[in-house]
Nanobody
Framework: QVQFVESGGGLVQPGGSLRLSCAPK????????MGWYRQAPGKQREYVAR????????MYATPVTGRFTISRDTATDAIFLQMNNLEPADTATYYC??????????WGQGTQVTVSS
């Protein structure tokens, strides 16, 4: 069963911003490294960003470095992705999940981000 819900996606013009949220059901994220992933049309799902269980360390894929910021609320266990200066290449369905993922990882429905003029 899906244990989290992604939200915050939408249609935005190039250069715009969006803030994605990932809400857990219960305390399923507590004490776990978490990440954001995305899948563009016709492409494989790829890693975007990762955050440590305490929120003190973050990592980013090269294409989003300097534009995206991952964060977490240690009180609510929610995970966020602030996306600035969006580009058409960022168009994808975005997912949150534990980090790292494996071939057995189960995915939620994600949230769609479309960057277009």
């Amino acid at each position: 069963q899906v244990q989290f819900v992604e939200s915050g996606g939408g249609l935005v013009q190039p250069g715009g911003s969006l803030r994605l949220s990932c809400a857990p059901k219960g305390n399923i994220f507590k004490g776990k490294n978490m990440g954001w992933y995305r899948q563009a049309p016709g492409k494989q799902r790829e890693y975007v960003a990762r955050i440590s269980r305490d929120g003190d360390q973050t990592m980013y894929a090269t294409p989003v470095t300097g534009r995206f910021t991952i964060s977490r609320d240690t009180a609510t266990d929610a995970i966020f992705l602030q996306m600035n200066n969006l580009e058409p290449a960022d168009t994808a369905t975005y997912y949150c999940n534990e980090a790292p993922v494996t071939s057995l990882t189960q995915w939620g429905q994600g949230t769609q981000v479309t960057v277009s003029s």
